[in-house]
């Protein structure tokens, strides 16, 4: 992976199309449910717009970037299903080189909704759930897990939320257990996020899967 350069024209010109239009990059989220609904329904009417005018070359050089680059490419890459970008997503997850990019690419991972898309869940779950002092994006990809898990038939999950297993050992460790929700919530949270993408997902001519 290049290292990101914000004096290179390609990415300064694609930050300015995609990124800082609104300042949508701190708006993807779960800020947008409590946002008036007009306002909602225009922001994600322009995020699907773009969602199907970006090319995939295009969104490989924003996941070069910084975090706010990352963060918006996975929701252009989910809104538009871009399943080409999976393992991509799999990797920047797994290395997590950037803070506030990592609950995107596992919200992208439960939108385009395959075991695949699970399994790369699931290993990031097994590396940094045995990292109790590293307080990543381990909440956030159990919810994208359990979301997978009803929408599959599947039970991945089980095991990191037996008694005893990673996931208490890991909620047990800084920060501490009671400043954590409760995995159900989590994955309430990611379905009420991938209602949002399914809503831009509407504008977006150029949908996959």
């Not at 997590?96 to 990031?124: I, K, M, N, Q």
């Amino acid at each position: 992976m290049r290292q990101p350069d914000e004096n290179d024209p390609e990415l300064r010109d694609l930050v300015r199309r995609y990124v800082v239009p609104g300042r949508r990059y701190l708006k993807l989220g779960g800020g947008l449910l409590r946002r008036d609904a007009t306002e909602r329904e225009a922001f994600l009417r322009e995020l699907g717009r773009d969602a199907a005018a970006i090319t995939p070359g295009e969104l490989t050089v924003l996941l070069e970037g910084g975090w706010r680059e990352r963060r918006t490419a996975a929701w252009l890459i989910a809104v538009a299903g871009r399943a080409g970008f999976r393992e991509r997503l799999g990797e920047l997850l797994l290395a997590s080189e950037v803070c506030c990019a990592g609950s995107a690419y596992t919200l992208a991972l439960a939108v385009l909704g395959t075991p695949a898309d699970a399994d790369l869940l699931v290993d990031y779950l097994d590396r940094y759930l045995r990292r109790p002092d590293l307080f990543y994006d381990q909440s956030a990809a159990l919810g994208a897990l359990l979301h997978l898990d009803t929408e599959l038939g599947a039970d991945r999950a089980a095991r990191f939320l037996a008694p005893g297993g990673l996931w208490q050992q890991w909620i047990g460790g800084p920060p501490r257990k009671e400043h954590f929700s409760t995995p159900e919530r989590y994955r309430e949270a990611v379905g009420r996020l991938r209602g949002l993408v399914a809503e831009s997902a509407r504008h977006c001519a150029v949908r996959e899967g």
